[in-house]
């Protein structure tokens, strides 16, 4: 099934599908999927060493345009929060 949050995200127990546009030309982008309880105490540190990630993007090059990524692998369970 397919789950879309207040943002637009569409989630499977696989993994999410996300839209986003960074702030600056270029960049480097960290984005990964956790439990909820992981996501409310998440570091800089944390997020560059994947603590907690069930699925993830590390260092994915990206620029001031529209993008849209798709973290998959992410083995969610049904009715668990998760957080991006």
Known sequence: SVVLDANGHEATTDGLTFTFT????DGRLWAMVVNEDVGDCMSV???KFLEGALCNFWMYKITSSVTT???????????????L
Do not use: D, F, H, I
């Not at 960074?22 to 030309?25: E, H, R």
């Not at 798709?70 to 929060?81: A, D, Y």
């Open 69 to 83: 990524l798709t973290l998959s692998g992410c083995n969610m369970k049904g009715g668990e929060v998760y957080k």
């Open 22 to 25: 960074a702030s600056q030309p």
């Open 45 to 47: 540190r944390n997020m």
